[in-house]
């Protein structure tokens, strides 16, 4: 049973550019969520897909965006980089629905983009 | 506004040691508290959920414990190994509607001696 795949692992972007990150979620799982995390600090909630749509979003600019396709897989596009940019940025599935409790997180290893 | 303190920020001990992670949270309204495991570089491993209506969970060496009412979890390792070097991360999950929050500490890293 393959958890929580991200690719690219990492990737060197220049400031101005966009950036692709991609996301298969644990299989059986229907929610995926993505966070940036900086150094030294905790994971920041950008948002989460269900559905097919943006259910929630984190305080983040409209630079960020997402998209969730049918087999529940998911893409986080970030436009015109910036140097703050630069974090490890990681996609946690989960099942959600009626009857679900407890909302247990399955994290990927994350991808990691340097932005120069 | 939920926020989540870990402190200190880093530990070092002796292998063979017991050990406890503290921490802290200001909503005491939450839904359950979760543990990960985060080697550098790396994602999160998830080691214990604690749901709003339990006070403790164990698995093998670990063991936490929740006390909502004072907004504080701790994190226990017995017997420490130089493998557990890792950061540890706690996060509470809050709901308001059909809407849920994770708010995660900053974390606490720990390297355990040989």
């Known amino acids: 049973d393959a958890g929580v795949t991200q690719s690219p692992t990492h990737l060197i972007k220049t400031r101005g550019q966009q950036v692709t990150l991609r996301c298969s979620p644990k299989?059986?799982?229907?929610?995926v969520s993505w966070y940036q995390q900086a150094l030294g600090q905790g994971p920041q909630f950008i948002f989460q897909?269900?559905?097919?749509?943006?259910?929630q979003r984190g305080n983040f600019p409209d630079r960020f965006s997402g998209h969730q396709f049918p087999n529940y897989s998911s893409e986080l596009n970030v436009n015109a980089l910036l140097l703050g940019d630069s974090a490890l940025y990681l996609c946690?599935?989960?099942?959600?629905?009626?009857?679900?409790?407890?909302?247990?997180?399955?994290f990927g290893s994350g991808t990691q983009p340097s932005v120069l | 506004k939920q926020e989540v303190t870990q402190i200190p920020a880093a530990l070092s001990v002796p292998e063979g040691e017991n050990l406890v992670l503290n921490c802290s949270f200001t909503?005491?309204?939450?839904?359950?508290l979760q543990w990960f495991r985060q080697d550098p570089g790396k994602g999160l491993t998830s080691l214990l959920l604690?749901?709003?209506?339990?006070r403790e969970q164990t698995s093998g060496r670990l063991n936490a414990s929740l006390d909502k009412s004072s907004g504080r979890s701790t994190l226990y390792i017995a017997a420490s190994q130089p493998g557990d070097s890792a950061t540890y991360l706690c996060?509470?999950?809050?709901?308001?509607?059909?809407?849920?929050?994770?708010?995660f500490g900053k974390g606490i890293t720990l390297s355990v001696r040989p």
């Open positions: 946690a599935s989960s099942l959600q629905g009626p009857g679900i409790v407890g909302e247990k997180l399955f």
């Open positions: 299989s059986g799982h229907d929610t």
């Open positions: 897909y269900y559905e097919e749509e943006e259910r």
């Open positions: 909503d005491s309204a939450i839904y359950n």
């Open positions: 604690i749901q709003s209506s339990q």
């Open positions: 996060s509470t999950l809050t709901r308001t509607g059909a809407n849920s929050k994770l708010t």
